[in-house]
Every structure is written in structure tokens, then in C-alpha cells.
């Protein structure tokens, strides 16, 4: 074989490779021995990570296609004939067997942001997941569901990025290495204490439980630039590019009661109570009309049986569930 029969070879094994890496990613929730075996096949070569996005950007587009307007629509996602055709035709093959409509709406829903934070993640938790990490230095991160950080300890700052979700610090005292959360832009500096973090999006808030921590947004050097001190039974919060609010007094007891087993909901409109309870399970509950006609959700919740919760508050409600894959509740 001479060397560009050789390279077409090499070239197609690497894009059959990538597309297999994007079928078994759609087919459920990978795991964190799925994603270390990605990162490492990624990190091999350019070419690897130039297949694999031309790959998922082509589920992504099926995903939304399918979403939006069935299975009839899949094999419009790529036009021209040719290899056009029989990628559409090997596509079709391929969702159809990892689950029609239902594996292409989690493909949808894995390829948003959820991909690229789990590759940069280096401790993370799927929906209804929780788990306790010990860093380096002895300080615990209790990570709540669907959240995703990322550790960078040095000799002079212990650093960890909340990439999304929500996690409880427990920091070890090193008066010679500061211990900074980053989240939506802003940095929480621990002054030896445990404290919650929530970020999401272009906004985080912050609880703590023991302590004081300091709160500063923008984390950049900036005009608007702006710092609160909490102490214990103080929360705040800011969003992207903003000061923090200033601090106010709430219970400490509640900051984390997601480590019991419950979500508590406390006065919330039905639309933001079940964006709540979405966070604690896989795929997406979508109300069909606006949340704001209906009364306020308040309960504790059971961390391990949330299509029950869900079940009861659309009763109360007058509204029906259609669980139309297991990734898609519609109340109507």
C-alpha cells in the first residue's frame, strides 16, 4: 500500500473510531472509566479530536433535528449523495438501533454544554448521583448531583473550578495556600471554614456553614470589581461580571440538606419546582403551559424517588404525566 493509500486508511479507522466513541456516549450515561478511555484516545493525536467534533457536531444537529420533529426528519440532517447518502443510511441504522427517537433526544441533551464539561472535569456526578472527594490536602468536596470541578493545587493557591452544580467544601486550614472556589466568573476564598457553592450558567451562590469566606466578582482585576464577607448563617450570591449582593442571614441548616437524601423546595413557582427536581434525574421535564397560573410548590422531597415527587406535584396541580422516552417527562 502506498503511503496515501495508507493515510485514507488511517484517516477512515480514526473516523470510524470517533463515530463509535460518539454512538456508545449517546447510548447512556458514560462512566468515569468511559471518559478517562476518551480523554486518553483524544489526547493522542490532533487528527482524533478533529473527527470526534466533526462527529458529535453531526449527532448534535440529528439530535435537535429529531427533537424538534421526529424520526422522519433524520435523514435530512446532511444533504448532497454519495457518501452523504450512506452516512445517512448508516446513521439511520445506528439510532435505530441504540433506541430510535429516544436515543436521539439523549443525544440531544448529552452534546449541549454537558461534553466539554465532563472531558475538562476531573471529579464529577451524573443526575441523581452524589459523592464525597478528598483532595490532596485533606479538604473534602461533597458534590452534589449533575456537577462537575476541577482541581489546580499549586505552592501558592489551592484552586478548584466549579464547572456546574453544586458542591460543599470542607478546607483544611493552610495559612500559606489560599483555598479559592472559582464559579461564574467570580472567586470564593475560604478563611478556614465549610461552605456551599451553587453555579450555573452565568450565576453562582454562595452559603456557608462554618467560618467566614470572601466572595469577589469579577475574579479579574476590573473597575466594578467588588468583595462581601460572609460568616457562618450568611449567604450570597452574584452573577457573571456583577458585585456580589450583600450578604443576608438565612439557616445553615438547610444550605446542604441534599446530603440527607431531600430536596426541599421552599415557595417556589411550579416551573422553577420541577426545574429543581430536573437537576436530580436524567433527560428534561418540560410544562407545557407557563408555571405562573398555578400555586407555589413547597415540600421535602425524596432524593431517590423523583419521578414520584413529580408524580404527586403534577396531581395536586390537575395535570397529567407522559413520560414520552426516559429522558422526557411532558405535564400538561
Sequence with gaps: MN??????????????AARDWVVHLTS?????????????????????????????????????????????????ARGGAGEGRRARRRTG??????GGLAACLAAFVLFGDWLGTALRADHRTAE?????????????????????????????????????????????????????????????????????????????????????VRVTSPAEDSPARATVLAARGQRTGYRSGRPPRPAEAFDPATA?????????????PLDRALAELDRYRPGRIVLMAGGGDYRAVSGAFDVGNVDAAIAGIAATHGLSVTELTPYLLILR
Design 256 to 268: 446542604a440538606v441534599w446530603r440527607q437524601g431531600l430536596i426541599v423546595i421552599d415557595d417556589l
Design 93 to 98: 441504522r445506528r439510532l435505530l438501533a441504540a
Design 3 to 16: 503511503d496515501h493509500g495508507q493515510d485514507h486508511s488511517e484517516h477512515e479507522e480514526t473516523v470510524a
Design 128 to 212: 441523581g448521583e452524589q459523592e464525597t472527594v478528598t483532595l490532596p490536602d485533606g479538604s473534602r468536596v461533597h458534590l452534589n448531583t449533575d456537577t462537575a470541578v476541577v482541581v489546580a493545587y499549586g505552592e501558592a493557591e489551592r484552586r478548584v473550578g466549579l464547572l456546574r452544580g453544586e458542591a460543599l467544601f470542607e478546607v483544611s486550614a493552610d495559612p500559606a495556600r489560599p483555598f479559592r472556589v472559582t464559579a461564574a466568573g467570580g472567586v470564593v476564598e475560604a478563611v478556614g471554614t465549610a461552605f456551599v457553592v451553587r453555579g450555573g450558567g452565568a450565576a453562582a451562590s454562595v452559603a456557608v456553614t462554618e467560618g467566614r
Design 28 to 76: 447512556g450515561d458514560p462512566t468515569a472509566e468511559d471518559l478517562r478511555r476518551l480523554k486518553s484516545w483524544l489526547a493522542q493525536s490532533p487528527s482524533h479530536r478533529e473527527a470526534f467534533e466533526k462527529e458529535r457536531l453531526f449527532w448534535q444537529r440529528l439530535g435537535g433535528l429529531a427533537a424538534a420533529s421526529g424520526p422522519r426528519t433524520w435523514g435530512e
